[in-house]
């Protein structure tokens, strides 16, 4: 017995036996509280479930290490530090929203820490890194694919556009919608702003009312749009609303009722259009577990957690700038959403789905091409 037992503990007690029973390391920072709460919390969910569904990257437990941003740049710049510094994370996941994610990829990015975001659209999160990718289109992709929605299909010639100037997103949204749209011929007749957090939205739908658009583009989160269509309601405005990905939480329909009944969005995901192995073993996985459909958020959290997995077995390593490596080189890849092969910046390319309001429910629409 002695002459396997000694040789095997020598080799589990030495520097690269620890190291192989090390677990790897993933740290996610998400707003579990705060304005963004409802998505932040939903990635979580998304990504457990891709946990549980392959809890061992390289034949190593993986340990994940979440963090609250509660909402806000500074707490997630705070976040990614104790993250790198604390935790010694060989990986990152997050943020949800594009300015705090902003906030904590250059930290990353300095520490050689691949930073993989699943809904931060704004083109900067990635531009010229190294370290940072995303799981999700980017928003010129998004807006010029929201403008022509809006052009070919709902047949609109006359825009307004409510843009939440606090957000990055947003702003970085509505500029391509409006550059797109008035490209393909169509006019913007009024543009106005909110900030964060507003409730009361009648100065700038009184603008819009006197300027007789078709149809109004909204580019903002949740919560603003649904009192938006709850006041549009009251005034009597039947003016069709577009919307993007930020606003595709249960709790929009929860907190609007009846007035997002016909709201339209650009999405990254319906479970309907589901088409992979791997898709479908996700969603009935987490279905099975937390008792509702699938949404954008979860799949595209667990999306993250697949492609940081894949990339580290093709690497053979959780060192930093190989695995960064194997993730700028990944192609058709089968993932939940569909196939994703890396673009440039880092920017996955793939379709866009289109979601309408009908009956309280998230309904599929079509899919547009990028």
Known sequence: MRRWLVPLLLALLSPAGLAAAEPVKIGLYLPMTGPAAAMGQMVWEGVQTAHKLRPRILNREVKLILTDTKSDRIEAANAVSRLIEKEKVHAIIGEVISSDTLAGVPIAERARVPNITPTATNPLVTQGRTFAFRACFVDDLQGKV????????????????????????????????????????????????????????????????????????????????????????????????????????????SIGGPAMEGMVFTAHFHRQGIHTELGRQFLTAYEAAHQKELDAFAALGGECYFLLAQAMERAGTTQGEQVARALAETRDFPGITGRITMGPDHNPLKEVVIIRVEQGKFVYQTTMAP
Not at 184 to 212: H, P, R
């Open 146 to 253: 929201a403008a022509r929605y809006a052009y070919e299909h709902l047949k609109a010639r006359r825009a307004a556009v409510l843009i939440d100037q606090a957000q990055d997103y947003c702003v970085g949204l509505g500029n391509y919608f409006m550059q797109e749209f008035k490209r393909l011929g169509g006019e913007i007749v009024a543009v106005s702003y909110l900030q964060t957090g507003d409730q009361d939205f009648t100065a700038q739908l009184s603008g819009f009312k006197a300027a007789q658009p078709e149809l109004l583009y909204a580019p903002n989160y949740y919560a603003e749009n649904a009192l938006l269509a709850k006041q549009m309601q009251g005034l009597g405005m039947k003016l069709p609303i577009l919307t993007g990905d930020g606003a595709q939480v249960p709790e929009l329909i």
